[in-house]
């Protein structure tokens, strides 16, 4: 699958600060504040960013709660070998599958010929991972979510905030507890990048919810965000840029697209089943589906950019696509199948 470019999806997010924001450097200063945030060398001076990989863990904290509400036992327990730690395990076991990268080492472990078999069949381990795991990766499947660094676009505003140990037993404020902290101000607007490839309408559906809620400010980024940090908003620019257009962008590869009529947008399992192996569950290869489409509204029309066609989402056609895919991300998640049904939709014949 990761050896054909099918599909791509791209879009600028601008994340804007309605209060004090901190992304921790991990640095200590000598006679400055106690914690700082992370800065980079950018437009000659030292000034502070998010890291592309603070806000992929976010999202995927967010989406795995998301799907755990949905429906539980469909996406997997990240955190392997923690069991001896878990306060409630059974708890834990009737919301959460086990860990898809710890199952398929298991699995591995002192056997090399199921090792060179799973590294062999991409599709088994992808058809088996979790809706989470498919879309951000595990230790045996890469991800195909990109996120960046989101840079300045407004001028940095920072300042000083005093924080205070408190004391659990009195309530009152801890002797000698007084420590500073450098946040961000609010009203300063960072931008970043997102690239998917290879997409299914339901994954678009997923990132969709992320951006829905951070446009709604429900999701809350960096330290401290039980005290009051971390408050923002986000949005997809619709601001051309480095000559790529605004909004959120799709492509596929010129000649290829001839397949996909104008009036669709098709997600990996159209471009890959031209039927589904097992009829009664609609799977094929690598567990994806044969209906994997959304229908588009007239006036999207493609544009040619080098190898690429484009097609461009916003206004009122970018609300229809986020409707429509976040539906199809809600029946996927109710309608996820069990592993027996993947890997007979893979011995039928949906295998590569």
């Not at 991990?26 to 504040?33: F, I, R």
């Not at 979790?130 to 499947?141: D, E, Y």
């Not at 450098?182 to 969709?208: D, K, P, Y």
Request: hydrophobic letters at 40%; charged letters at 25%.
């Amino acid at each position: 699958m990761l050896k054909q470019l099918l599909n791509e999806a791209r879009l600028r997010l601008r994340i804007t600060t309605t209060g004090p924001l901190l992304v921790k450097s991990g640095l200590s200063t000598v006679g400055g504040p106690d914690m700082t945030p992370v800065l980079t060398f950018r437009n000659g001076r030292q000034e502070p960013f998010l890291p592309g990989s603070s806000l992929k863990g976010v999202f995927r904290s967010h989406v795995e709660k998301i799907i755990a509400s949905l429906r539980p036992r469909v996406v997997c327990y990240p955190f392997a070998g923690s069991e001896g730690q878990e306060a409630d395990l059974e708890e834990r076991r009737r919301t959460y599958r086990d860990s898809c990268g710890g199952r398929f080492t298991s699995e591995a472990k002192d056997n090399d010929q199921r090792r060179h078999y799973l590294e062999a069949h991409t599709d088994e381990v992808y058809a088996c991972s979790c809706p989470v795991c498919r879309l951000f990766g595990s230790t045996w499947f890469i991800g195909r979510l990109a996120i960046g660094d989101a840079y300045l676009v407004s001028a940095p505003v920072r300042e000083l905030r005093d924080g205070v140990g408190i004391d659990r037993l009195t309530g009152g404020a801890a002797h000698r507890a007084k420590f500073e902290l450098e946040v961000i101000s609010a009203g300063v607007t960072f931008e970043c990048a997102i690239h998917l490839r290879n997409f299914e309408i339901w994954q678009l559906g997923m990132l969709f919810v992320v951006l829905q809620d951070l446009e709604d400010g429900l999701i809350h980024i960096g330290s401290g965000r039980s005290r009051g940090l971390g408050w923002v908003k986000g949005a997809i620019s619709e601001e051309e840029h480095e000559s790529w257009p605004g909004g959120f962008v799709t492509a596929t590869i010129r000649g290829s697209d001839a397949r996909e009529p104008v009036s669709e947008l098709w997600g990996l399992g159209r471009w890959l089943n031209e039927r589904p192996a097992v009829r009664e569950t609609g799977l094929g290869r690598y567990g994806t589906w044969y209906d994997d489409l959304v229908k588009l509204p007239a006036g999207i029309e493609r544009r040619p950019r080098g190898i690429r066609h484009l097609r461009v989402f916003t206004n009122e056609a970018l609300a229809q696509l986020r409707e429509e895919a976040i539906g199809h991300f809600i029946r996927r998640i109710q309608e996820w199948p069990e592993e027996s049904a993947v890997l007979a939709a893979l011995a039928a014949g949906g295998r590569v």
